[in-house]
């Protein structure tokens, strides 16, 4: 495909999606799109590993790919295996904890429409997403495994 057909291809309903959501947030200082567009599992994993140490209880993302495509990814890697993790004392299915994650650090959505999407209470999304930053920080199992659904996710929203 050369320049003048790249442009004029239309958008899929991810890219529209992302793009929507990024134009509806307040313009980040840094804004790491292209870096991610293309980069490895291990990359992104580190990525979204730094920007968890620096966040501080606060959201500094900016979206980077569609809920559904991260709800896909999800559902594709779910179906390959079962998974669970360990946060303090308990055990938790991996996969849900991962889904609201990257939904809310890849799509950015809050915890009350990560509640919607994964069927569950906003509290519950909430409880899910501070555990996913945890292992984060604490499994490199857990981060690699991240990296790659989140890979996955991208690959979804951007396809060409």
């Known amino acids: 495909m050369d320049y003048a057909e790249a ?20 313009r980040a200082a840094e804004d790491d799109l292209d ?18 140490r620096v966040a501080g209880g606060h959201s500094p993302w900016t979206p980077i790919a569609s809920p559904n495509a ?10 390959a ?8 004392r308990n055990r938790h299915d991996g996969w ?3 889904a609201a994650g990257l939904l809310h650090m890849l799509a950015c959505v809050s915890t009350d429409e990560a509640g ?8 519950t999304a909430a409880r899910r997403v501070r555990r996913h930053k945890e292992l984060l ?3 490199p199992g857990y981060a690699a495994e991240a990296g790659r659904v989140g890979r996955a996710a991208l690959d979804l929203t951007f396809p060409h």
Do not use: Q
């Open 35 to 52: 870096a991610l567009y293309r980069a490895p599992p291990a990359y992104l994993a580190r990525w979204m590993l730094r920007k968890t």
């Open 81 to 88: 295996e079962c998974w669970t993790v360990r946060c303090g």
């Open 116 to 123: 919607r999407l994964l069927s569950c209470h906003p509290a």
């Open 70 to 79: 991260v709800l896909s990814a999800i559902a594709t890697s779910r179906r």
């Open 7 to 26: 442009i004029r291809a239309p958008l899929s309903n991810a890219e529209f999606e992302v793009i929507e959501r990024r134009m509806a947030r307040p």
């Open 96 to 98: 849900e904890v991962l």
């Open 137 to 139: 920080l604490a499994d």
